[in-house]
């Protein structure tokens, strides 16, 4: 099946400061989705992105398809984005267009 | 905006007990689905549903597992006898369409721990 690969694996950033994070996945895709898991376990939708770019306040994300990868972008972070952000891709083949998703990115804003 | 529910947010079962998660899709979504999360780990397909059959499960969704649509606005996730290794969130989600660009929307989860 599909992998997918996030990067980094763990995110200590200061209060303000801004960040990347990287989505990487093995075939092509008609689905690819971008989440922030907080701290009570819930997976709240940030970007919902198969290709293209998007922005949401202080968030964007931008997907190149054809080079399998998606990125995401926190700028000016605030203690409030700390927690895990998943990255889920569906397959262009999957049957039943389930969502794979990645080991997600664990960040750590610091005030 | 429309939103998938989920209930009940938390349970407590004993191993052996049949336990059933009860998930409400967005009222104009015809696909559904359910993922788990292992405390600590990634978030994993169990099965996809639609038009009152399994489209797809995954190696997890053994016999011990079981979804039904009861009503025109329930979609249930059933565990007849729970293990400890059952201990996970549950999550349940729906989408208007599976082929081509759609996205999926997620519940809040239901955290279920098996004593």
């Known amino acids: 099946g599909i992998q997918v690969e996030q990067s980094p694996p763990d995110l200590i950033l200061q209060e303000g400061a801004n960040s990347t994070l990287r989505c990487n996945f093995s075939d092509s895709v008609n689905n690819l989705q971008w989440f922030h898991q907080n701290p009570w376990g819930q997976l709240i939708n940030l970007f919902y992105i198969p290709s293209g770019t998007k922005q949401n306040g202080r968030l964007s994300a931008t997907t190149v398809a054809t080079e399998r990868y998606s990125l995401l972008y926190i700028s000016s972070s605030q203690t409030t984005d700390s927690g895990v952000y998943f990255c889920?891709?569906?397959?262009?083949?999957?049957?039943?267009?389930?969502?794979?998703f990645g080991g997600g990115t664990r960040v750590l804003v610091k005030p | 905006e429309p939103e998938v529910t989920q209930t009940p947010s938390h349970q407590v079962t004993q191993m052996g007990q049949e336990v059933i998660l009860r998930c409400v899709p967005i009222s104009n979504h015809l696909y559904f689905y359910w993922y788990r999360q292992i405390l600590g780990q990634k978030v994993e397909f169990l099965v996809s549903f639609y038009n009152n059959e399994i489209s797809e499960k995954s190696e997890i969704f053994d016999d011990q597992f079981s979804v039904e649509r009861p009503d025109g606005s329930n979609f249930t996730l059933k565990i007849r006898s729970t293990k400890l290794e059952d201990s996970a969130m549950y999550f349940c989600a729906s989408s208007d369409r599976q082929r081509g660009p759609y996205e999926q929307y997620f519940g809040p989860g239901t955290r279920l721990t098996v004593t």
């Open positions: 889920a891709v569906a397959a262009f083949k999957a049957a039943g267009n389930k969502l794979t």
